[in-house]
């Protein structure tokens, strides 16, 4: 078994500022490689601008004959060319890639196969065969042991519920927590109303089939899967301990689809009671399951931002997104917020199948109605694992659409191969390109109705824009630079940070 590997972190250059969020799921593999007694190196290149020279200069001097890579799919281009920099320099690396791209990939495969047929998904998987030595979808912590031994087979599937590698709400108490010292901390810039704050990630998977959400034919991404509060709470606790900070992004898809957030809410404030302190915390809700019971135990947690899917203001594209809350819904959503004293992150988007310019008029209509303190909007992206994606059918050369059945509304996209092109669903505001179009606007219009409808709303609610953080560039000298700290860092396998089943207290060394 290999008891050696870098993991890797590529940049999302289409953010306008990488080093807010850490990347969790590859850090919480490093923690129980890391138990295991596996050295992990791990090469942090969000926010790196020259990150390919970085990857130069670390594979001519490293030992290291393996390499876990990590991807979303709009980090897709850099990691490719992270992964050709690796096979040319060091031909006989193993590469392995893992995350949400080949996940979703692997998930619409499965729809294919079921369906008798040989799409889109399946020729980008074949792709990412030939490039790869490894493949692993889904949960990764169990799985990267398999991908460690001397001869893995080519794809470890985490995303099987049948599998052992599946991970249960029992075993979820019993893992480390994510490795995040491996990271240059300090450097991730994140705070709630003027407090220093990390992410986390409590519950896993949505139930919830929004067409436009990845996951959707992925038990990984679709079953939630929850830790026990008591865990929960240990994590902030130890974040509190460690790093001294008092804020906490919880990262989950909807907070409130499990049955236990008031109890969770009410053991954090039990916990700062106990510590002294005062937390700050910032997470997404689901505006139909929202009630005042939740917002008032979130407010006494230390919530004072939320933020809410609610993508459009007009009923027929809430229908068409399979949203399963209505108009009324979203409203109501906004004013228990507003009782409770609760900041609203707006989040919308536009291009959807039946988009047209009066549906996009009546978003920035209700958005005025409701007046969030922030919100931002984006273009619909199609991405594999998407309903819009796995369902579409290609109607012309290089052109699939996806019809929603109960209204016949459809959505057109561009065939793209997402090694190669950023197609992205967040993105730096003026720099959009749409890959989509509707029976009613061009993906030129989307993007100047998108642009439109931004500038009118934080125009008229006095909402800033949010200014892009530069990127970081990595100096070295004629190509053999000593990568710096913040950039990269290695475990120290003698002394792993431990968290026991049997004794849940985080344990860390006395050299850490």
Known sequence: MIDRICLIIPPSIFLLD???????????VASVLEQAGVTVEMLDLSGVGNYEEVVQDYVRTSTATCYGLTATTPQMPATTKIQRVIRALNPSARIMLGGPHITLI????????????????????????????????????????????????KLIDGDDPKSALFLDNAVLDTLPFPARHLLDVPSYRYNIDGVPALSMIAQLGCPF????????????????????????????????????????????????????????????????????????????????????????????AGFRWILVGFESGHERILTNIQKKAAQADNTRCMEIAKKHDLKVKALMSVGHPGESEETIRATRDWLLEVRPEDFDATVITTYPGTPYFDEAVETKPGVWTY????????????????REVAEYYKGV????????????????????????????????????????????????????????????????????????????????????
């Not at 990488?18 to 919480?28: N, P, Y």
């Not at 019809?403 to 997402?418: E, F, I, N, Q």
């Open 18 to 28: 990488e080093r807010v969020f850490m990347s969790l799921g590859i850090l919480k």
């Open 106 to 153: 692997h998930a619409a495969v499965k729809y294919e196969q079921k369906r008798n047929k040989k799409g889109r998904a399946t020729e980008a998987f074949r792709h990412l065969e030939e490039m790869y030595d490894v493949l692993i979808t889904g949960d990764g912590e169990f799985a990267i042991r398999e991908a460690l031994r001397e001869d893995p087979p």
């Open 209 to 300: 089939g929004c067409g436009f959400c990845g996951g959707r034919m992925s038990p990984f991404l679709r079953r939630v899967r929850t830790r026990s509060s008591a865990n929960i709470v240990q994590e902030m606790v130890h974040l509190h301990q460690t790093y001294g900070v008092r804020g906490f992004m919880l990262y989950d898809d909807e907070l409130n689809v499990s049955p236990s957030i008031v109890e969770l809410m009410n053991l954090i404030a039990d916990t700062q009671k106990k510590l002294g302190v005062e937390f700050r915390l910032r997470g997404f809700i689901k505006a139909e399951l929202f009630t005042d019971e939740q917002a008032e135990a979130m407010r006494r």
């Open 403 to 418: 019809t929603y059945a109960k209204t016949g509304d459809r959505l057109h996209s561009l065939a793209v191969d997402y």
């Open 429 to 512: 505001p003026g720099e959009y390109t749409s890959y989509v179009y509707t029976d009613f606007l061009s993906p030129k219009d989307l993007v100047r109705l998108r642009d439109w409808l931004e500038a009118d709303v934080r125009r008229t609610l006095g909402i800033p824009y949010q200014t892009a953080a530069p990127a970081v560039r990595y100096e070295h000298s004629m190509g053999q630079g000593i990568i710096p700290s913040n950039i990269l860092r290695t475990s120290i396998p003698s002394a792993p940070a431990v968290k026991s089943a049997a004794s849940p207290e985080l344990i860390m060394p006395q050299n850490r």
